[in-house]
């Protein structure tokens, strides 16, 4: 069934679908009506579920640790400074091998303060051993945080699913809702693998000394490196119950394209219309739709970006004393191709500025027209 829904409540009706039994947060603009919503289930039944009120984002990630620990599915969700407040703990989490989802409505982090949609918060957590998922509108980010818990709970690892401030926590839109049956036969019931059990007792979380600490990493990192394989598995599945699919990259008239932009989130509704306009005026352009950050997509990169004349990467987040980090990775991932195309960094929306069509159209332009970057990222709408 249909409804309108704000991009945040697709979280909390996904949350609700999925039957989690133990959620903590606190609450932090943008995400805030993520959590109203779920604490409302479980005030007046809806939800057979504890939600657990706390002092502080780095309480509420503790709180679902122990809960995950205990062998059940847990949620929370946060913004900007509250995600790096929970900074230690998201270590501890993906070190621990727990399958937590957590919603990250993507916000710019202060000073000065901002309230709005910037991807640096979630992307500074990059190396933390969560894996990462980037949706651009309502339905996509229902269908993910479903997808979130089987993939989380298959390789035991957290999951981020990650949306902008405003342009889609706030925005309603027409959100397909599907029934409890269908989604039971999607998620079953959580089964973990380990779980504290008084009856017996052993330890968590303990010391790690030398001769068992790098492979304790090597094994996280063995276990990122299914999580490619799993996903698509989970997709395929997906597709054939709901009718819905996403692919860690979506490409958009790519096959053909001398120029490829790269975007993530809401601003890839932006550039389809864009590239629609350019293309209708001969220009042969495409589009690469990043969703999945964490683990980095590098064997699709290089296979759908590796041949084409010119990349242009639109950040909407910046690594200082570095460029972007969407077009860093990229880079990376192609460097030990040989002839790799040149790959051009703009950096744009910081703080909830717009990315127009029109400036899009000029990141195009600016592509097309160069032959080689001038520098690591260009900056696109800084006021005078």
Known sequence: MKHVLEG???????????????????????????????????????????????????????????????????????????LALMHELLHWSSAARLPIVMAEVNRALAPGWNIWMDQTDSLAQRDTGWIQLYC????????????????????????????????????????DIPDQKLVDRFLPPFSPRIALDTSDPFAMGQ??????????????????????????????????????????????????????????????????????????????????????????????IREHLGHVQKIAVIDRNFSFGASGIFAQEIRAALCNNHDHPPVFGYITGLGGRDVTPEILSEIYWKTKNSTAPKDESVWVGLLD
Do not use: W
């Open 136 to 175: 651009e509108d309502g339905q996509e980010v229902f269908d993910t945080t479903l997808q979130a818990y089987r993939l989380a709970e298959t390789v035991n690892l957290p999951v981020m699913v990650v949306l902008d401030a405003f342009f889609l926590s706030h925005t309603f839109e027409p959100v």
């Open 8 to 82: 945040s409540h697709a979280v909390s009706e996904a949350v609700r679908l999925a039957k989690v039994q133990v959620m903590s947060a606190y609450p932090i603009t943008p995400q805030t009506h993520i959590v109203e919503a779920l604490s409302e289930y479980c005030a007046d039944g809806t939800m057979n579920a504890r939600f657990l009120c706390v002092e502080s984002e780095h309480s509420a990630m503790a709180a679902v640790i122990g809960a995950s620990s205990a062998g059940v599915r847990t949620f929370t969700a946060t913004s900007s400074q509250g």
């Open 207 to 300: 010391m790690a000394p030398p001769n068992v600490y790098m492979e304790m990493r090597h094994d996280i990192q063995k276990a990122m490196e299914q999580v490619s394989n799993i996903f698509s598995k989970i997709e395929e599945e997906f597709t054939e119950i709901f009718g819905r699919t996403y692919g860690m990259v979506e490409k958009v008239f790519c096959d053909d394209a001398q120029v490829i932009m790269v975007v993530t989130g809401t601003a890839a509704s932006t550039c389809r219309k864009v590239i629609s306009d350019l293309r209708s005026q001969g220009e042969k352009v495409g589009m690469l739709k990043l969703k999945m950050f964490r683990p980095f997509p590098t064997d699709l």
